[in-house]
């Protein structure tokens, strides 16, 4: 991957004094568009994207027609009949969407997201305690291509690097938009697309994205994306905290809960920690109880 990296990819701070004091304000429950000053990178053409899709393990790509729609199970997702390098090089005409996933175990890259997140990471250490498992994701969108409607796990900034996005953002944690089923399924190896109900469509917060803007998205905030009229690519920068880990394993710990016949509270948002049921499912998952 030498031949594709810069030399100056990482010398100019992308985030500015005004957007670290937007996402101070926002982070870790409000979802935000923010700014930033990612200029042109050669780790992130079209031709150097292709080459990193064909150099993660299969595991980390993963790209499908994109003109699914908002709400689909993700074992009917068809394929697209074409390589990844291939989807990625024509996306312009591929009617396709895909993402190159943890693109840190290629070092060029490993040292791009991790150089964008030490420009905040004062800030978010601040308030969710020390940032873990960093992580980075590139998404590469044929026109109107559409990302069905899930949630993530992680603390995420999206950056818009080229061509405009919808980005629609529900609640997290108002079992409206994602049941406590689903959040539970989803911590024990399930799926993290939801069901989508049409019902939904008035209720989310639509935060269109352009080149330059980016959009801060809370943890399991579920959320759909529909792209503009032309290509794009988008840069996922993601980061967990002691906090996300707990209500993933007290969503984990509810799961077995309600397999007892118990109908459990949900976990508590930020700030609370959601310890005890946090600390009993890593009990019974260090005593090999559970999977």
């Known amino acids: 991957m030498n031949q594709i990296a810069s030399k100056d990819a990482f010398s100019r701070q992308v985030f500015g004094h ?43 790509v993963e790209y499908n027609p994109g003109d699914l729609p908002v709400g689909i199970d993700p ?9 990844i390098a291939d989807t990625i090089l024509m996306i312009e005409n591929s009617a396709s969407w895909a993402v190159l996933k ?11 997201l991790l150089s964008l997140l030490a420009e905040i990471k004062p800030i978010l250490e601040s308030k969710t305690g ?11 969108s044929s026109p109107n291509a559409m990302t069905p409607y899930h949630f993530d796990p992680e603390h995420n900034i999206l950056l818009q690097l080229r061509g405009e996005k919808t980005m629609t953002v529900f609640p997290a944690g108002d079992e409206r938009f994602a049941p406590a089923s689903a959040h539970e399924s989803y911590h024990t190896g399930g799926p993290r697309n939801l069901v989508w109900q049409d019902s939904f469509a008035e209720q989310g917060k ?11 998205v809370p943890v399991m905030a579920p959320h759909f994306v529909k792209n503009g009229p032309e290509s794009s690519i988008s840069l ?48 019974l998952r260090k005593l090999h109880l559970v999977n």
């Open 18 to 60: 005004d957007m670290r004091q937007q996402f101070a304000a926002c982070y870790p429950e409000k979802p935000q568009v923010l700014d930033h000053n990612m200029a042109a990178n050669k780790l992130l053409t079209l031709e150097s994207l292709a080459k990193l899709g064909t150099a993660l393990p299969k595991a980390s």
């Open 75 to 83: 074992k009917d997702v068809p394929d697209n009949g074409m390589s």
């Open 102 to 112: 943890n693109i840190e175990q290629v070092p060029e890259y490993g040292a791009l």
């Open 130 to 140: 020390k940032m873990l498992r960093p992580q980075g994701f590139i998404f590469v």
């Open 206 to 216: 639509a935060y269109p994205l352009t080149s330059g803007k980016a959009i801060f």
């Open 236 to 283: 996922s920068i993601t980061w967990r905290s002691d906090w996300s880990f707990a209500e993933a394993d007290a969503r984990a710990f509810n799961h077995l809960l309600r397999g007892w016949g118990m109908n459990p509270d949900a976990p508590g948002r930020f700030p609370e920690q959601n310890k005890a049921k946090a600390l009993s499912w890593r009990v």
